[in-house]
């Protein structure tokens, strides 16, 4: 196949970026640069490697280029991903974006729900004083997220405990300084309805409960910390304000790169 047959098999199948991920198949499966699968001469070549062909196939039935390519950027670094964590997010940056300036010095954070670990690891890599335990429910997705603080080199800085975000945490999510979370905060009742690929996603890291606001009560109401830094859908933020306000906490919100409410800033003076 060629890159514009690619790019046409992927159009076909509703895919809307189907040119520039046609060029970031070859790029990875032919280990040639994306520059060189932008060049003209490029595309006038016929792929018949198969394990190209295989993962066109997987792209065009709606699966996630990150999981086919087995990684995604995000905050300036590559994390590997798979099938048992979520994919991590331009949106999500900013809640890294608010833990760099927020996190009190020298202190030890909570990333609960970590999957890949993106964003316990890019804040650790934008604050060298701080430390960080990363919890998930997942034994699967916790190894992903320990390799990938391997490859960063900040294995020493951060911890890994596998444990339910809805039922009692470790002791030492508990004394922990701050928690980070991107947790599920999808309605249950809208999950059916979204984009093909969210299908591949794993369930335990979109569904939010009816009102997709349970694991924000449990942890709020489990974990006696003074901070808490939120991602949130982008029709929540009132109702973080309030769930955050009635528990005796300041309240703001962050406003993602399109204006929507992105991040919840939950805290208590001590």
């Given at each position: 196949?060629?890159?514009?047959?690619?790019a046409?098999?992927?159009?076909?199948?509703?895919?809307e970026?189907?040119?520039?991920?046609?060029?970031?198949?070859?790029?990875?499966?032919?280990?040639?640069?994306?520059?060189?699968?932008?060049?003209?001469?490029?595309?006038?070549?016929s792929?018949?490697?198969?394990?190209?062909?295989?993962?066109v196939?997987?792209?065009?039935?709606?699966?996630?280029?990150?999981?086919?390519?087995?990684e995604?950027?995000?905050?300036?670094?590559?994390?590997l991903?798979?099938?048992?964590?979520?994919?991590?997010?331009?949106?999500?940056?900013?809640?890294?974006?608010?833990?760099?300036?927020?996190?009190?010095?020298?202190?030890?954070?909570?990333?609960?729900?970590?999957?890949?670990?993106?964003?316990a690891?890019?804040?650790?890599?934008?604050?060298?004083?701080?430390s960080a335990?990363?919890?998930?429910?997942?034994?699967d997705?916790?190894?992903?997220?320990?390799?990938n603080?391997a490859?960063?080199s900040?294995?020493?800085?951060?911890?890994?405990?596998?444990?339910?975000?809805l039922?009692p945490?470790?002791?030492?999510?508990?004394?922990?300084?701050?928690?980070?979370?991107?947790?599920?905060?999808?309605?249950?009742?809208?999950?059916?309805?979204l984009?093909?690929?969210?299908?591949?996603?794993?369930s335990?890291?979109?569904?939010?409960?009816?009102?997709?606001?349970?694991?924000?009560?449990s942890?709020?109401?489990?974990c006696?910390?003074?901070?808490?830094?939120?991602?949130?859908?982008?029709?929540?933020?009132?109702?973080l304000?309030?769930?955050?306000?009635?528990?005796?906490?300041?309240?703001?919100?962050?406003?993602?790169?399109?204006?929507?409410?992105?991040?919840?800033?939950?805290?208590?003076?001590?």
């Amino acid at each position: 196949m060629t890159v514009k047959e690619i790019a046409g098999a992927l159009a076909a199948s509703g895919i809307e970026d189907a040119s520039l991920e046609a060029r970031l198949l070859v790029s990875h499966f032919e280990k040639i640069t994306l520059a060189e699968a932008l060049n003209a001469e490029i595309c006038k070549e016929s792929f018949t490697d198969e394990a190209l062909l295989s993962a066109v196939a997987r792209r065009t039935h709606r699966e996630p280029l990150a999981y086919i390519i087995g990684e995604v950027g995000f905050y300036g670094e590559d994390f590997l991903v798979s099938p048992a964590c979520l994919i991590p997010r331009a949106d999500t940056e900013i809640l890294v974006d608010a833990a760099i300036s927020l996190l009190p010095p020298g202190a030890v954070f909570a990333d609960v729900g970590t999957g890949s670990g993106c964003i316990a690891l890019s804040v650790l890599r934008h604050r060298e004083d701080l430390s960080a335990i990363a919890v998930d429910i997942s034994k699967d997705a916790l190894e992903i997220a320990q390799r990938n603080a391997a490859r960063l080199s900040l294995s020493h800085r951060i911890r890994f405990l596998q444990a339910d975000a809805l039922a009692p945490l470790p002791e030492a999510v508990l004394t922990a300084d701050a928690i980070l979370s991107n947790p599920p905060y999808i309605q249950s009742a809208v999950i059916p309805t979204l984009a093909p690929e969210l299908a591949f996603e794993p369930s335990l890291a979109l569904d939010g409960g009816k009102d997709g606001l349970l694991f924000y009560r449990s942890l709020l109401d489990n974990c006696p910390l003074p901070l808490f830094l939120f991602e949130i859908g982008y029709d929540q933020g009132d109702a973080l304000l309030s769930l955050g306000r009635e528990r005796g906490f300041s309240a703001s919100v962050r406003k993602d790169f399109g204006g929507r409410d992105r991040v919840a800033i939950l805290s208590k003076m001590p």
